[in-house]
């Protein structure tokens, strides 16, 4: 990918998209609840008071495009919620984020041959030895592990986009810092594993890529999560055990927090991760005890 790519890519993290909960998720259930289903109609007292759409991190077409009853749903809505505001204030401070801010560099941090085959790697992304210094450990591993971009226009940033275009109000469940903050917090020697686990996965994730895209095309939640099941197992499971509680189940209970005031209001259309929405601890679940009714709807 060439260096003009880069910003594209970084962008991308604004949003800890499904790739992210993949290496986090780890249900024990053999079926979560609302195993199946992109599309959730919510309800109080009877009355529709919004949507909680499933999203994935990508450029395909048939995922762009959107199915008749998320479209309807869609336009149909006064007010757009998403993981983070992608206001280009938000951008700049996601990428700034991303950096060494205690006079390091990475080379100082890395033992000698996994430094090496970071730069390899880097390279390939457009990412040149110069600019790789000033990154985070976790940093790199994100900018590894996530999917090709030749267009930048991810699913979320496109309804992101629509949302403006509408005049529709747009807002974030979270802040850029508290998202940083779930890599931030992590101890460094953490960081230097996802970096090193990332590198050693590289040549297996468009096959992930493609696995995650197809069941997400089918509306399987539970296929979602059986591939992330799988991916948890191995040298970073323990870490990703550790990390899930934060990652997920945290975020999960702040994000549902805070769309309580929007779905007072009403006309919410609420677009996340489509890991955030299944099993005991997903937020459909979590709306479901605080007494709201959901509906699948597509």
Request: glycine share 6%; charged share 25%.
């Amino acid at each position: 990918m060439r260096g003009s790519r880069l910003p594209q890519r970084l962008g991308r993290l604004l949003i800890l998209c499904v790739l992210v909960a993949a290496w986090t998720l780890n249900l024990n259930a053999a079926e979560p609840p609302f195993a199946q289903g992109l599309l959730f109609q919510i309800e109080r007292g009877g009355d529709p008071v919004g949507y909680l759409f499933g999203t994935i991190h990508s450029e395909d077409k048939r995922v762009l495009v959107l199915p008749e009853p998320v479209e309807q749903a869609f336009i149909h809505s006064s007010r757009l919620y998403v993981e983070v505001d992608m206001a280009a204030t938000n951008l700049l401070s996601s990428m700034a984020g991303m950096l060494l801010d205690d006079g390091r560099v990475i080379a100082d941090i890395l033992e000698p041959e996994l430094y090496r085959e970071t730069v390899v790697a880097a390279a390939k992304l457009g990412l040149p030895e110069v600019a790789l210094q000033h990154y985070k450990p976790w940093a790199l591993a994100m900018l590894l592990s996530l999917p090709p971009s030749e267009t930048g226009q991810f699913l979320d940033l496109v309804l992101y986009q629509r949302a403006q275009s509408l005049s529709m109000e747009v807002a974030g469940l979270e802040t850029v810092r508290e998202q940083l903050d779930l890599f931030d917090s992590l101890p460094e020697s953490d960081q230097v594993t996802l970096l090193r686990d990332a590198l050693n996965n590289l040549e297996q994730l468009p096959t992930i890529y493609q696995a995650l895209l197809d069941h997400y095309l089918k509306r399987d939640l539970q296929g979602l999560v059986e591939i992330n099941e799988r991916l948890t197992e191995g040298s970073v499971a323990e870490l990703a055990e550790r990390f899930q509680i934060k990652a997920i189940d945290e975020r999960n209970q702040r994000m549902v927090n805070r769309l309580e005031a929007a779905l007072v209001k009403g006309g919410v259309f609420v677009a996340v991760g489509a890991l955030h929405l299944p099993g005991e601890q997903g937020m459909l679940r979590l709306l479901e005890r605080r007494g709201y009714r959901i509906i699948r709807k597509y």
